[in-house]
């Protein structure tokens, strides 16, 4: 999985391309929780998932994790262009209805 992190208008966007699974997970994970700890009152965590084809519920705890941590400091995390593939397995798992999606 290839993870590229930028910055726009003050929010921090992770742009997710290829496998999020047992392999891949951890690192994602090294890169994007700590974020949270960084990030500002006013920010927003952005997950572009656009050319994201697989995610396993190794990469679905990171998120998790991620989401809890936004939660905890008040930011705003969304996962956007959310691919079908992906979309479903948060619908079956009921994570659609946990984290925002737009």
């Not at 910055?7 to 997710?16: E, R």
């Amino acid at each position: 999985m290839t993870i590229n992190k930028t910055q726009k208008d003050g929010n921090i966007i992770f742009t997710l391309e290829g496998r999020m699974d047992v392999n891949s997970s951890p690192k994602f994970e090294l890169e994007f929780i700590p974020v949270f700890d960084e990030a500002d009152d006013n920010c927003c965590i952005v997950l572009d998932l656009e050319k994201l084809t697989y995610i396993s519920s190794s990469g679905l705890r990171v998120l998790l994790l991620g989401h809890k941590k936004a939660l905890a400091k008040n930011i705003f995390m969304k996962l956007i262009n959310v691919t079908h593939g992906v979309k479903e397995i948060l619908k079956i798992t009921g994570f659609a209805d946990v984290f925002n999606i737009e």
